[in-house]
């Protein structure tokens, strides 16, 4: 009997073992997908927030200077990612002609335009400090604002347009464009919360 129960006992430890741990993993998981969903309470757009951002659950936990930097870091990544969309549709001079070709060449710009607000935006995210903050929370809220109207002005560029190559431009476009709104809106929540959140390198 005793034989019995200590093969019993030596077989059912390892699992309660792994139950613990998977528990322990699943609670982690649970806290982590909590931590983006209350950043992304934020936005306007959240489901597409907490799918773009998840990943960063672990690093930027609770603080709202990770997240706005976060913010910020996806979408100069989608935004160079559509930049080089359009640059190489604007290389296929059979794909699109007159105004629509004109309107491209101009969507180029407006994205070179944003990318270059974002990469200021960023640089400023990265050396936060407390005696200039009001300042650089103008600044971020200027240049994120501003990288949004490029990205507009863009769709606005073919309105109108019902073509099957335009309307793919467009969404690609629009969907970068609500990218940037969720990154302004994580900015403007580290303008709210104030300095306390961040601490001077």
Request: glycine residues 6%.
């Amino acid at each position: 009997m005793t034989h019995l129960m200590l093969l019993l006992i030596t077989l059912l430890l390892p699992l309660l073992a792994n139950t613990g741990q998977n528990q322990m993993v699943f609670a982690k998981g649970k806290n982590n997908n909590s931590n983006v969903r209350e950043a992304c309470s934020v936005t306007r757009y959240q489901n597409l927030c907490i799918h773009t951002l998840s990943h960063f659950s672990n690093t930027a936990g609770t603080s709202p200077s990770k997240w706005a930097r976060a913010g910020v870091s996806v979408t100069i990544t989608e935004v160079k990612n559509v930049q080089a969309y359009l640059t190489k549709l604007k290389k296929n001079k059979r794909m699109m002609k007159g105004r629509n070709r004109a309107a491209l060449s101009d969507c180029v710009e407006c994205f070179a335009d944003a990318l270059d607000e974002l990469h200021r935006s960023l640089g400023v995210l990265r050396r936060l400090s407390k005696k200039t903050f009001s300042t650089q929370m103008g600044d971020l809220n200027t240049w994120i604002s501003a990288a949004l109207t490029d990205e507009d002005t863009c769709i606005d560029g073919f309105e109108g347009k019902t073509e099957r190559q335009i309307k793919l431009l467009q969404n690609r476009v629009q969907n970068v464009s609500y990218i940037t709104s969720n990154a302004l809106a994580l900015v403007n929540k580290l303008a709210t919360t104030g300095l306390g959140s961040i601490t001077d390198p």
